[in-house]
């Protein structure tokens, strides 16, 4: 058993999560607002290493008014990189940080005085290891906030159940600009995961887009 997924991001028209630069201001107040509530709803919100080290994310419920608790914060970080002055250690509520056999055993103790560890597969961390304890640690439902590389993954290894994304009228390009899915790609569309639409309506200047996941990964 696993939690229920859904990936979130704000994307531009062109499909990136970010510029070159890594800038990722794309989404507008509304739709701060939107994300804001679906982490009123969820369990536990996760995110890749690399979107902890370019934003230093607070993971936490604080653009609305809510009486809502934290969602237990989530962080796939292999080799236990993660900065012990990182902002989310900060907020009210738990922090997990989610490494693997390589990361180093000095620095989880670190780590440990922040955050509980929970330490899942050789390598990478391995997602659906990671899935499994939080499932049984209460998860039941989960917040995928990226990046990229952590969205294709999580998509690659069938355990996203709902995209959702706001599409924000601007168009940013670039090669080395992060898309809303990167990795290895599927190689052919036919591959590709396969997602229904259910809802879609405008808010503000942005267009939101709702679908089921059709067809998973692996
Ligand atoms: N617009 C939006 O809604 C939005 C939302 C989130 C992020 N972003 C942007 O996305 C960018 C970061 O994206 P990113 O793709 O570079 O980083 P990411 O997906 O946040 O993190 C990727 C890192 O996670 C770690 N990881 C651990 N286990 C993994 C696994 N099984 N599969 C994949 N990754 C795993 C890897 O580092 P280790 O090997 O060291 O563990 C990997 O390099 C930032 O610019 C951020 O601003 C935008």
Redesign the pocket.
């Known amino acids: 058993m696993r939690p229920h997924v859904i990936l979130?991001?704000?994307?531009t028209a062109d499909g990136k999560?970010?510029t070159r630069t890594?800038d990722?201001a794309?989404?507008s107040k509304e739709d701060l607002e939107r994300v804001h509530r679906i982490r009123e709803s969820v369990d536990a919100i996760m995110?890749?290493?690399?979107?902890?080290l370019?934003?230093d994310p607070r993971l936490s419920i604080h653009k609305i008014d809510s009486h809502a608790e934290n969602p237990i914060r989530v962080v796939?970080?292999?080799?236990a990189?993660i900065p012990l002055s990182a902002r989310m250690f900060n907020e009210k509520g738990t922090t997990i940080i989610?490494v693997?056999a390589k990361a180093d055993k000095e620095r989880v103790r670190k780590i440990e005085k922040r955050a509980e560890v929970y330490v899942c597969?050789a390598e990478?961390?391995?997602?659906k290891c990671l899935m499994r304890k939080l499932y049984r640690r209460g998860v039941q439902t989960l917040l995928l906030?990226?990046?990229?590389?952590?969205?294709?993954?999580?998509l690659r290894s069938g355990l996203v159940d709902e995209v959702r994304f706001a599409i924000a009228p601007r168009l940013v390009g670039g090669r080395d600009a992060?898309s809303l899915v990167?990795?290895e790609g599927f190689p052919t569309v036919a591959e590709g995961v396969e997602l229904e639409l259910l809802k879609h309506y405008s808010l503000g200047r942005d267009l939101i887009l709702e679908y089921r996941v059709v067809r998973k990964g692996d």
């Open positions: 979130n991001a704000g994307v999560i970010a890594g990722s794309i989404s995110v890749g290493i690399g979107t902890v370019l934003d796939a970080d292999s080799r990189r989610a693997s597969g990478k961390v391995d997602l906030e990226g990046g990229g590389n952590l969205n294709y993954s999580m992060v990167e990795g």
